[in-house]
């Protein structure tokens, strides 16, 4: 979170951490997908709340993120 956030946006943040670490990690809702080099993912921004575990590149294009969109006709 940018540091120079509000402190309410900063309290909102905490409030919301500690949710997740103890209503929803290690819960059924939560999928865990695994993904070989190459592959990737897609989901609706809007319906789906995702993250990653922490990790550290070695070198460059360790992780790429290519953020698109699909428009239905």
Request: hydrophobic residues 40%.
């Amino acid at each position: 979170m940018d540091p120079a956030e509000s402190e309410h946006a900063k309290q909102l943040n905490q409030r919301f951490h500690e949710f997740l670490q103890s209503r929803i990690l290690g819960s059924d809702v939560v999928e865990e997908v695994l993904l070989a080099p190459g592959e990737a993912v897609a989901w609706w921004d809007t319906k789906v709340l995702h993250g990653r575990r922490g990790f550290t590149a070695e070198k460059t294009n360790d992780r790429f993120i290519w953020k698109t969109g699909i428009r239905a006709a």
